[in-house]
């Protein structure tokens, strides 16, 4: 390679936007995904990007390869196959703790081969939550060593994370720059990196047996704790179990009052249902108006709601005369929710979501870095990882839940399930994964051949397909990969690559650098997303094998599996949706992450070194 090479103005400009792509992600003071938009926009009125090509990300093998996996996983989920996982998990552990961990992370990891971690996370939570209720480990003993698994997990197929999927498009654009006598780059076949994957999931196993597992027992009862019960709710937020009936008499000074500004009088209880007329509701919105008659369901201390009652004239009942088939467990109640990075509630408030009014749901307090906020929670904004506790109808609950943007932890009586299906999706399951061990067939089509089979047999419905994508993760990629193609045929890796070869000292061994190549990208990772730094980094690390006489797909691959080697920061997506229900600190994620991303990082080179 020409270290010499001189720095163009194509070059600037596409250094310049990765720059500006990092300080971007690293602030985040405008969405990711418009910040992708941007730099996708840019790359085409510079021209760096022909016309042609500049939208070819939203077609790209690597962006059906994340949808389809994510409907696979809904259609899988739909059919209860993580139920009867639940159930198996509890009845092979027999209550021992340490059984117990073991079969979640190996399942759990397992399951992240073919399916994306956010929504392997996504599924895991409610299940996690119910192996704690039913054996009193604590969600903090169990949630880090899942994630980790899953984490791990992903490396063992090459649709298991997104910086796999993205690899194989990486490899072939970069076929259009290698110098002449250069081998051409091969895409790697579905399970090319299952001995990594092993390894990683086999270390993880090992690490949370023998001492991982040790260092989350010193905060044990800071963390979440097992059972979702009405105690529950009391201790940790302060949140009465008891609901009482309030019957507005003529004299009440609420009469015409709005809910909302009911709410917010002195020593107002929680109010989660209201009767006007003949229509009762759980949930009912802010501007419902009170009445004569008008009866509202209150939740709080006996003594509180006594007082509320005497000063503001109400008939106060402990017989839930009118509202006790809304306050049936079976059929409502309180629950939590996380909120993932991927949220479109992020920055809003309550109010801006009209979550009453629009989805039935009464929420009741937001649990943020361990502290809880129980009033005024209607106008905090949200953030991403906020524990959100919530009152509603179950079925409420799960319609609202199947737009992505909170994640129910508390086990629940979920929506329409398709149990009868279960063999049916196996079955569309173990073909495509057939066919994708086919060298003839593109793991695209062997994985939308799947998702054909589920809509075709009913196992999914069309709708619920669409809302199994995480549509943000798919626009992010689909227009970051243009800046990858960017950094290759504008000649900006090389350069880079050249100049970082130039300042290396002479006769370092190719292991070095790709352990130091690693390091860069998780590092990277930690700032700019694990998509992001695959983006960046796989050119570079392509044109560094080059320069040192290194193996280019020996080196992209490094690339790409530490792109997911991040168990500590919430940039991502897995580690962020376990920090609020598990009670974790960054104290916590860096004790314990740490040694975890170090030995990642020195099993990926070893595994690497000895396939390639």
């Known amino acids: 390679m020409d270290t010499a090479l001189a720095l163009t103005t194509d070059m600037k400009l596409v250094l310049g936007l990765v720059g500006f792509t990092m300080v971007m992600f690293l602030f985040e003071r405008i969405r990711a995904d418009v910040v992708a938009l941007v730099v996708l926009v840019l790359l085409g009125l510079t021209g760096l990007v022909a016309p042609e090509d500049i939208f070819s990300g939203f077609s790209s093998d690597a962006v059906i390869n994340v949808i389809a996996t994510m409907i696979l996983g809904a259609g899988l989920d739909r059919t209860g196959a993580l139920n009867r996982l639940a159930g198996w998990l509890l009845r092979r552990a027999h209550g021992v703790e340490h059984r117990l961990l073991l079969y979640a992370q190996a399942v759990a990891g397992l399951n992240s081969a073919i399916m994306q971690n956010t929504s392997v996370t996504a599924l895991y939570l409610p299940i996690a939550s119910r192996l704690s209720a039913r054996t009193g480990v604590p969600l903090s003993r169990l949630l880090m060593p899942i994630a980790a698994a899953i984490i791990m997990g992903g490396g063992l197929t090459m649709v298991g994370n997104s910086p796999l999927i993205l690899l194989n498009d990486l490899l072939v654009s970069a076929n259009a720059n290698l110098p002449s006598g250069a081998a051409t780059l091969v895409p790697l076949k579905m399970f090319a990196p299952l001995p990594i994957g092993l390894a990683l999931l086999a270390a993880c196993l090992l690490y949370f047996h023998f001492w991982g597992g040790k260092q989350l027992r010193d905060d044990t009862d800071k963390g979440v704790t097992p059972a979702r019960t009405q105690s529950y709710f009391a201790n940790t937020y302060g949140i009465d179990g008891e609901v009482f009936e309030l019957t507005v008499g003529a004299d009440s000074p609420l009469v015409g009052m709005a809910l909302g500004e009911a709410e917010r009088l002195h020593g107002a209880p929680l109010l989660l249902a209201l009767k006007t007329g003949n229509e009762s509701r759980l949930s009912p919105p802010g501007d419902s108006r009170i009445w004569v008659g008008s009866v509202l369901g209150a939740m709080g201390p006996r003594q509180q709601v006594a007082d509320f009652a005497q000063n503001h004239f109400l008939r106060l009942s402990t017989r839930l005369r009118e509202f006790g088939d809304l306050f049936n467990p079976s059929r409502a109640g309180i629950s939590e929710a996380v909120i993932p990075p991927t949220s479109k509630f992020i920055g809003k408030t ?163 650098i790709e352990l130091v190549l690693g390091l860069l990208t998780t590092a990277f990772s930690l700032v700019i997303s694990h998509v992001g730094a695959t983006i960046v980094m796989v050119p570079l690390a392509i044109n560094l094998a080059l320069a040192v006489g290194g193996n280019p797909t020996a080196f992209a691959l490094i690339v790409a599996l530490s792109a997911s080697n991040n168990f500590i920061t919430a940039s991502n997506p897995s580690v962020s949706m376990i920090t609020g229900p598990a009670g974790y600190t960054p104290r916590d994620m860096w004790r314990v992450g740490g040694p975890l991303t170090l030995a990642y990082t020195a099993i990926i080179v070893a595994m690497v070194n000895v396939l390639f």
Not at 378 to 386: C, I, V
Not at 411 to 425: L, M, S, T, V
Not at 435 to 449: G, Y
Request: aromatic share 6%; net charge positive.
């Open 350 to 512: 309550a109010a801006d979501l009209r979550l009453r009014k629009q989805q039935g749901i009464s929420l009741l307090a937001i649990n943020r870095d361990k502290e809880v906020h129980n009033t005024d929670v209607r106008t905090l904004p949200l953030r991403a990882g906020d524990m959100l506790v919530l009152h509603s109808i179950w079925t409420d609950l799960a319609d609202a839940a199947k737009s992505r943007d909170f994640v129910v932890v508390t086990d629940y009586p979920k929506g329409e399930q398709r149990p009868h299906k279960f063999k049916i999706a196996m079955v569309i399951f173990a073909i495509s994964m057939l066919l994708a061990l086919s060298s003839r067939i593109p793991t695209s089509i062997a994985l939308m051949t799947g998702v054909a089979g589920m809509l075709v047999t009913g196992v999914l419905k069309m709708d619920e397909a669409y809302a199994a994508i995480s549509w943000k993760t798919v626009f992010l990629m689909a227009c970051l990969i243009p800046l990858g193609w960017a950094m290759d045929s504008s000649g900006a890796a090389a350069w880079v690559a050249g100049h970082s070869i130039e300042r290396l000292p002479q006769g370092l061994p190719a292991w070095s």
